[in-house]
């Protein structure tokens, strides 16, 4: 029996390192990169560190929602999950959800853990898959983890047709808006409540700047600031993908105009200067999921010798969710512990080991839904604050 991951990024180097101590199960881990280099700064939820359901639930966001989405054994199994995890790995999720990290760090550290480890049982191969290769290697009783991200390899190949692959049929998409992503590094302590983010942008009529504010996780001193400012979709068609504060301040002096007044006013309070130069890029903030995160509809179809009859097939992380400001590498972190625990369980057939993993997906769905509207709609209140008639137009009551 054999496990094999597709995709070596965040989630399938978590997967692959939540697995390899499992000494039955050895892993054969692809990626096409060589190299691990994406330089963007991420944030990683306290939740993933979580020791009783209080500090899971801690989220001012989405705690309720916990409560109500989950049963408290689920709950209590996620945490004793987690006390399970090898020290040498749990130090490492330790240290990342203190403040902003680089994802190549991250990338990195699990990469460097996986090599490292001895016995290894990890198999590595630089290589780019097609769904072709990864049915050909699925031996019968072997495992398939599709983690290669938001364009999955085999999301569209997941329910049975006529042999005809459909773009995009196993998804569904939830576009909330067009956004501006823009990150830099501050050289003093700073934090920013919900006042501090109005006081802060109160002459900013058009392009509110919503900080997402947190000390780096190497040091206390060096603020890391991501923030989002809300784009028309013209906008959006109209801009590269990456650019910097030059090309912002030649091309869209309104949204320019808007930063320059929010970090004008951080600079009066805390006193410290703007360390390198601003980061931006512009996407769509979307919200998806697979419908099926797993192969179970090939189980449930006519009788058939496809490879993926015989042997559980999973989505992970940005494959089988995605989600905008700020969660998703958490909320993959979250699914793959569950599903490395469910690959683990020697007890389960091969249909309870899919229909578990479908309605936990589908709980994280929930959730992840919820909060991500909530955010949306809080921005969208926060942004006509000033306005109570555009306010009241959004507030909806019953
Ligand atoms: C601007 C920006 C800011 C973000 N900030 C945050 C944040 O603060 N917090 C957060 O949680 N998330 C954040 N995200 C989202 C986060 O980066 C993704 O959710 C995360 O990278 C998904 O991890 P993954 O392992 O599922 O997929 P990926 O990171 O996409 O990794 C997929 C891997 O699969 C490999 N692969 C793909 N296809 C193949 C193939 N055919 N064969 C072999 N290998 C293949 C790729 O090389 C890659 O290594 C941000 C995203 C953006 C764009």
Redesign the pocket.
């Known amino acids: 029996m054999q496990v094999h991951v597709?995709?070596?990024?965040?989630?399938?180097l978590m997967l692959t390192a939540l697995l390899q101590p499992v000494e039955r199960l050895p892993v054969r881990l692809?990626?096409?990169?060589r190299e691990y280099t994406r330089t963007?700064?991420?944030?990683?939820a306290p939740y993933l560190v979580a020791d009783s359901i209080e500090s899971y639930r801690a989220d001012p966001i989405d705690g309720d929602s916990v409560e109500a989405i989950f049963d408290p054994s689920e709950l209590d199994r996620g945490l004793a999950f987690r006390q399970s995890i090898a020290p040498d790995l749990r130090a490492l999720l330790r240290d990342w959800v203190l403040g902003?990290c680089p994802?190549n760090s991250i990338e990195r550290s699990l990469s460097d853990l996986i090599d490292a480890r001895s016995p290894n049982g990890v198999e590595r191969t630089a290589?780019?898959?097609?769904a072709e290769d990864a049915m050909a290697m699925l031996q019968p009783g072997d495992v398939l983890i599709d983690?290669?991200?938001?364009?999955s390899?085999l999301r569209d190949h997941l329910v049975p047709g006529s042999g005809k692959v459909t773009e995009g049929a196993n998804t569904v998409t939830v576009r909330l808006e067009y956004a501006l992503?823009i990150t830099f590094l501050y050289g003093q302590p700073y934090d920013c409540n919900e006042h501090c983010k109005y006081y802060k942008n109160i002459e900013n009529a058009r392009y509110k700047f919503i900080p997402m504010v947190q000390r780096t996780h190497y040091d206390g001193s060096v603020s890391h600031v991501?923030g989002i400012v809300n784009i028309s979709a013209e906008e959006y068609e109209a801009m590269p993908s990456h650019f910097d504060g030059e090309w912002l301040r030649s091309n869209v002096p309104g949204v320019a105009e808007s930063m320059d007044r929010f970090i004008d006013k951080i600079k009066d309070e805390t006193h410290g200067e703007i360390l390198g130069e601003l980061e931006i890029?512009r996407?769509p903030l979307d919200l998806y999921r697979a419908r099926n995160a797993t192969n179970l509809q090939w189980l449930e179809g006519r009788p058939s010798d496809h490879p993926f009859t015989r042997s559980p097939v999973f989505l992970?992380?940005?494959?089988a969710i995605?989600s905008p400001y700020?969660?998703?590498?958490?909320?993959?972190f979250e699914c793959s512990m569950f599903l490395a625990g469910l690959v683990a369980q020697q007890d389960v057939t091969l249909r309870e080991m899919l229909e578990r993993y479908e309605l936990y997906i589908y709980k994280q769905w929930l959730r992840v839904y919820m909060r991500s509207k909530m955010i949306k709609h809080n921005k969208d209140l926060f942004e006509s604050l000033d306005d109570p008639l555009a306010l009241l137009d959004k507030l909806h009551i019953y």
């Open positions: 597709v995709g070596a990024g965040p989630v399938g692809y990626d096409k990169r963007r700064m991420v944030q990683l902003f994802l290589a780019v898959m097609t983690a290669t991200g938001s364009r390899l992503v991501t890029v996407i992970a992380g940005d494959s995605g700020f969660q998703s590498i958490s909320l993959g």
